[in-house]
C-alpha cells in the first residue's frame, strides 16, 4: 500500500486523484491522443495497480477529465469577476480572463479531449460550460441596464470567439486583449454612464 503523504486517508487519495487528472491533463495536451493508464501512472508516480483505485479504465479516467476540465474553466471567470470592482470591470475581467486561459493551453485541451473522449459527455459538459459562463455576464449586464441582454452577451462571447483564434493562430495575448478592449470599453463605459443619470421621472 502506498505511504499516505496527507493527514487523513480522504486527503491522500485526494492528492493522488488530483495528480492523475493532472499527469492526464500534461500526456493529453502533449500528444492530443488518449492517455494511457500506464502513462498516466508513470507520470503520477504510482504504480498501475494504485492508479485502478480512483478510475478503472482509460475511458473512465477520459471522463474524470472531462468533468475536470470544464468546470475549472467556468470557477476560474466567475472568480475574476466577483472580484472586479464595478460591472463595467466585470464585463472586462470575463473577456481577458477567457483570453488568459486560451493562452495557457485550456482551450486546446478542451479540443483534444473533444476529439478522444467517448459519447456525448464533452457536447454535454460544453453546453454546460456555456451557460455557467453566461449566467455572471448576463448578470453583470443587467446591473449595468442593457436593454438587450441575451444579444449583447452573444456579441461579447463573438469578441472572445475571435479573440480565442487570434491567440491561437499565433497572435499574442496582449495584441489581442488591447483590441478587444478598445471595442469594449467605450460600451461599458457608456453603459455606466447612463445607469447613473437619473431619469426623466426621477429628476
Request: proline share 6%.
Amino acid at each position: 500500500m502506498p505511504r499516505i503523504r496527507a493527514s487523513t486517508v480522504a486527503e491522500h487519495r485526494a492528492v493522488q486523484h488530483r495528480a492523475l487528472l493532472d499527469a492526464a491533463r500534461e500526456i493529453l495536451a502533449e500528444t492530443g491522443r488518449p492517455p494511457t493508464l500506464t502513462l498516466v501512472a508513470a507520470r503520477a508516480g504510482l504504480a498501475r495497480p494504485s492508479l485502478y483505485q480512483y478510475f478503472r479504465s482509460s475511458e473512465d479516467l477520459l471522463n474524470a477529465l472531462v468533468e475536470d476540465v470544464f468546470p475549472r474553466w467556468s470557477a476560474r471567470v466567475a472568480a475574476a469577476m466577483e472580484a472586479a470592482a464595478t460591472p463595467g470591470d466585470r464585463v472586462l475581467a470575463y473577456v481577458l480572463t477567457n483570453f488568459e486561459l486560451i493562452t495557457e493551453g485550456e482551450h486546446a485541451l478542451a479540443t483534444a479531449l473533444a476529439e478522444v473522449a467517448p459519447g456525448d459527455k464533452v457536447a454535454e459538459q460544453s453546453r454546460a460550460m456555456h451557460q455557467h459562463l453566461l449566467e455572471p455576464l448576463v448578470e453583470t449586464l443587467r446591473r449595468l441596464g442593457v436593454p438587450t441582454v441575451p444579444e449583447t452577451a452573444e456579441m461579447i462571447n463573438a469578441i472572445v470567439f475571435a479573440g480565442s483564434r487570434l491567440i491561437e493562430s499565433g497572435t499574442d495575448l496582449q495584441t489581442v486583449w488591447a483590441s478587444a478592449r478598445a471595442l469594449l470599453e467605450p460600451f461599458v463605459r457608456a453603459s455606466a454612464e447612463l445607469q447613473s443619470t437619473p431619469s426623466m421621472e426621477s429628476a
